[in-house]
């Protein structure tokens, strides 16, 4: 019914960056908030950044200053820069969002496969 597509994620040096993008599709009638969270091995899933559906954002503290987070609404796409990358960024990191279906009310939560960003010393 709706799916999430991430995209740009791979293997970098430290130090370099990288840009991931998830565009969503499907039966939406709107979208609320679009955001990233990652999961290294061993690890919770964390929450990266978050942006609402008004433009308020949130970032982790181990994020801050390194990643931007940023949205098309025209295109049902969110976008992770990042930057400065370190070998601790290093994980599967998960697209996420919060979508107001056609044929139904109330916000349903979608998930992306996941993408694995690899960052080397």
């Not at 565009?23 to 950044?49: C, D």
Request: overall charge positive; some cysteine; aromatic content about 10%.
């Amino acid at each position: 019914q709706v799916q999430l597509v991430e995209s740009g994620g791979g293997l970098v040096q430290a130090g370099g960056s990288l840009r991931l993008s998830c565009a969503a599709s499907g039966s939406i009638f709107s979208i609320n908030h679009m955001g990233w969270y990652r999961q290294a091995p061993g690890k919770q899933r964390e929450l990266v950044t978050r942006i609402g559906s008004g433009g308020s954002i949130n970032y982790a503290d181990s994020v801050k200053g390194q990643f931007t987070i940023s949205r098309d609404n025209a295109k049902n796409t969110v976008y992770l820069q990042m930057s400065s990358l370190k070998p601790e960024d290093t994980a599967v990191y998960y697209c996420n969002a919060g979508v107001v279906l056609i044929a139904r009310t109330g916000l349903y939560n979608f998930w992306g496969q996941g993408t694995q960003v690899t960052v080397s010393s």
